[in-house]
């Protein structure tokens, strides 16, 4: 099976713009989350999204959201950048077979988010 | 407040030795633990994983070790191999409601295998 995949792998935007990702999970996986990291804070969970609804929700701010196709493909939007949102955003998917067996999540190479 | 805690940045090991990476956690309600690799550019990659009913778990040369009562896991890894050369990171998981489990990472230890 292919792996989860991210587009674009890099990006720089300026303050004040607003920035989509895109994530494919691996197929047949119907739980896509979004993890931000960075030197200082680390890997930090995001949103979790399955079957097109927003699942979990971690603790960042309104501007950034995402959303989840019928494909289970997801995008995150970041709106009104900020330099602290210069960061590596990872996207993981995983079974979420239902059964409440923890699944192991498998991420994706990263988008690389240059604020300037 | 850091949850999930890797108190070590980097560790250095010899080829052929024992690699140990060292976690600790606070919230008792974590059931499930996981280490990821990470290189450079890329993301995480999973590598083991134990729940919290057992105490150990195998995967050819990385063993996990579960300590329930002091919060504790650690990664051994026999025998070190270059390749293994990485930022390790810890992963803790609980439910949070309707079937979603949102990963709680430590800050990751930088693995330097030295041949």
């Known amino acids: 099976k292919a792996g989860v995949t991210q587009t674009p792998r890099y990006l720089i935007k300026t303050r004040g713009q607003q920035v989509t990702l895109s994530c494919s999970p691996i197929?047949?996986?119907?739980?896509v989350s979004w993890y931000q990291q960075t030197p200082g804070q680390g890997l930090q969970f995001l949103f979790e999204?399955?079957?097109?609804?927003?699942?979990n929700k971690g603790n960042f701010p309104g501007r950034f959201s995402g959303r989840q196709f019928s494909n289970s493909r997801s995008e995150m939007n970041v709106s009104t950048l900020e330099l602290g949102d210069s960061a590596l955003y990872l996207c993981?998917?995983?079974?979420?077979?239902?059964?409440?067996?923890?699944?192991?999540?498998?991420f994706g190479p990263g988008t690389r988010l240059t604020v300037l | 407040d850091q949850q999930v805690k890797q108190n070590s940045p980097s560790l250095s090991v010899q080829e052929g030795r024992i690699s140990i990476l060292n976690c600790d956690y606070t919230?008792?309600?974590?059931?499930?633990f996981l280490w990821y690799k990470k290189y450079p550019a890329e993301g995480p990659t999973f590598l083991i994983s134990?729940?919290?009913?057992?105490d150990k778990n195998e995967d050819g040369r990385f063993t996990v070790f579960l300590n329930k009562s002091a919060k504790h896991l650690s990664l051994h890894i026999v025998p070190s191999q270059p390749g293994d050369s990485a930022v390790y990171f810890c992963?803790?998981?609980?439910?949070?409601?309707?079937?979603?489990?949102?990963?709680?990472f430590g800050k990751g230890t930088k693995l330097s295998v030295i041949p």
């Open positions: 919230n008792s309600m974590f059931d499930y």
């Open positions: 134990i729940s919290s009913i057992k």
């Open positions: 999204y399955f079957s097109e609804t927003q699942r």
């Open positions: 197929s047949g996986h119907r739980s």
């Open positions: 992963a803790a998981s609980k439910s949070s409601g309707a079937g979603s489990y949102q990963l709680t």
């Open positions: 993981a998917s995983s079974e979420s077979r239902g059964d409440g067996a923890h699944n192991e999540q498998f």
